[in-house]
């Protein structure tokens, strides 16, 4: 459904650091540059068919975060979501929403996740569900 995931940053060298070491929990290689027509930088990752963008927030204004949104990792692991969260918050992130591990999510199970607001404040989340 979805071709791919872009986030504003307004220091695009810290965030892709950051997110260098991060993704490489779940398995991701380093950024790939890439300069917009317009001039803007952006990092992109690729990973088993997906894309993670960066970019520096073509309209000049401060990058922001959205209300309301979060970005989910899928691990393949309940361990995997606590390194994503732990690498994470080593290199930057901000721990929210209590400490890695189960929730009962009703319905959908047992979902093992982690939350953290990343160096640009977005909300993202680590998670695993258990079959």
């Not at 380093?30 to 990973?47: C, L, M």
């Not at 929403?97 to 979902?111: H, K, N, V």
């Amino acid at each position: 459904m979805f071709n791919h995931i872009m986030i504003g940053t307004n220091d695009i060298e810290k965030s892709k650091a950051f997110y260098e070491k991060v993704l490489a929990v779940l398995g991701g290689r380093g950024a790939i540059d890439n300069t917009s027509a317009s001039g803007h930088q952006r990092a992109i990752f690729i990973h088993d068919g997906n894309t993670f963008m960066l970019t520096q927030p073509i309209d000049g204004e401060a990058a922001t975060c959205a209300n309301g949104m979060t970005i989910g990792f899928k691990c393949n692991s309940p361990e995997q979501v606590k390194e994503l969260h732990d690498v994470a918050v080593a290199n930057g992130a901000t721990s929210i929403e209590g400490p890695p591990g189960p929730r009962d999510a009703g319905q959908l199970g047992i979902m093992h996740l982690s939350y953290f607001r990343d160096l640009d404040g977005h909300k993202i989340c680590g998670i695993h569900r258990e079959a």
